[in-house]
């Protein structure tokens, strides 16, 4: 019951995942309908259901694109896992604020970069010019194609492709 299920809004959009308990809520409530199972099916006593894949809502329902969450995880995957001042690849990066946060440096995808704790320490509380340092790319924000904002999800979930292309 931990697979993840992709919902799409009654345009096809996709708009969010959810577990396969709640979409299967939402399909008894007639909510969704089922759009793809490729899991086989759920017994219990008195019956059985498809296990659901990807699910659709009979309504329209108002959501915002989905975005790509400001996290650690996805800023280490934005950056490619490189640190941005010297292109070490490593396990042990570390986010550093690009205008440090005491000098009013805002904790948004354009003032934050991953980078390798000894570059992270060299730059210490400082800006690029006072530190003398630079940063590989300029940071930006993240493609919001569906493609790219459920990507971790779409690995373990390859059917999906067909879905999440063109949005
Ligand atoms: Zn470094």
């Not at 005491?102 to 995808?109: K, S, Y």
């Not at 993240?142 to 879905?163: C, D, K």
């Amino acid at each position: 019951m931990e697979n993840a299920v992709l919902v799409l809004n009654a345009n096809f959009e996709p708009i969010h995942v959810c577990n396969i308990k709640r979409a299967l809520g939402l399909m008894l409530t007639e909510k969704a309908a089922l759009v793809m199972n490729g899991r086989g099916v759920i017994h219990t006593t008195y019956s059985s259901y498809p296990i659901p894949s990807v699910i659709r809502l009979q309504r329209m329902v108002h959501a915002p694109h989905p975005k790509v969450p400001l996290t650690r995880r996805e800023i280490f995957r934005r950056d490619n896992y490189t640190c941005q001042y010297c292109g070490k690849v490593t396990p042990e990066l570390t986010i550093d604020h690009v205008i440090p946060r005491h000098m009013g440096g805002r904790h948004e995808w354009t003032n934050v970069v991953a980078a390798c704790p000894s570059c992270n320490h060299r730059k210490g509380g400082r800006t690029l010019i006072e530190s003398g340092m630079s940063y590989l790319h300029q940071p930006k924000s993240p493609s919001q194609a569906a493609n790219y904002v459920f990507a971790r999800q779409l690995s373990a979930n390859n059917e999906w492709i067909e879905f999440l292309s063109g949005w």
